[in-house]
């Protein structure tokens, strides 16, 4: 059983460019949570959704930052006219139906360079 | 946001024990220990959980105070590739997120 799949591993864009991360679900998982975590920081949550539904963007920041999950396919998350800032590592997770927020299994990450 | 405090860091050394302490006293009853850690550049990795009883599996042994207020979690046996960052998350189930603090970073020595 595969764990959770991200990619690409490292992405770097320029400034102004779109960033795409994509996460695949252990098998048999519905729920997904991206986590943001800057050079020297700890984790953020931003987003938690199941299929075709946002349940939880608290932690999503306002603007070029969107997220999804569609009912076939891996999660997306997008960020739109990258800066500096946007410099990080992304952590996907994922439980299974029953399990929501507790038991995670985290990708590798997505380590985003902006340059 | 995170409702527990740990040391910012701590030094093992390696075949020794390792425990790292965890304070939670405003946890509610309903609420679980959560336990996770991070190796550099990875992403986290569930290590265990309890709600009251002491909780034992193949990585790791957590004692919970009897009052709740305060947790210990244990390796019993440190290696190298046990250097990390460890988290103690207090969560209370159902759809809320694990909320992260700045955790424990764990030096296991030679």
């Known amino acids: 059983n595969a764990g959770v799949m991200q990619n690409p591993r490292h992405l770097v864009r320029r400034r102004g460019q779109e960033a795409r991360l994509r996460c695949s679900p252990m098998?048999?998982?519905?729920?997904v949570y991206w986590y943001r975590q800057l050079p020297e920081e700890g984790l953020k949550f931003m987003v938690y959704?199941?299929?075709?539904?946002?349940?939880?963007e608290s932690g999503m920041p306002k603007e070029r930052f969107s997220a999804e999950f569609p009912k076939e396919g891996p999660s997306i998350l997008r960020i739109q006219q990258v800066v500096r800032g946007d410099s990080a590592a992304y952590f996907c997770?994922?439980?299974?139906?029953?399990?929501?927020?507790?038991?995670?299994?985290f990708g590798s990450g997505t380590q985003l360079s902006v340059l | 946001d995170a409702k527990t405090t740990q040391p910012p860091s701590m030094d093992c050394a390696e075949g020794r024990a390792a425990n790292l302490p965890c304070n939670h006293s405003?946890?509610?009853?309903?609420?679980?220990v959560y336990w996770y850690r991070q190796i550099h550049s990875q992403g986290p990795q569930y290590i265990i959980h309890?709600?009251?009883n002491n909780e034992t599996n193949e990585m790791a042994s957590l004692i919970i105070t009897e009052d709740r207020k305060s947790s210990t979690l244990i390796l019993p046996h440190a290696t190298l590739r046990d250097t990390a960052v460890y988290y103690c998350?207090?969560?209370?189930?159902?759809?809320?997120?694990?909320?992260f603090g700045k955790g424990t970073k764990l030096t296991v020595n030679p």
């Open positions: 997770a994922s439980s299974p139906p029953g399990e929501s927020g507790e038991k995670l299994f």
């Open positions: 098998k048999g998982h519905s729920h």
């Open positions: 959704l199941q299929k075709e539904n946002i349940i939880d």
């Open positions: 405003t946890i509610s009853g309903n609420e679980y």
């Open positions: 309890g709600l009251k």
């Open positions: 998350i207090v969560f209370p189930g159902g759809s809320e997120k694990l909320v």
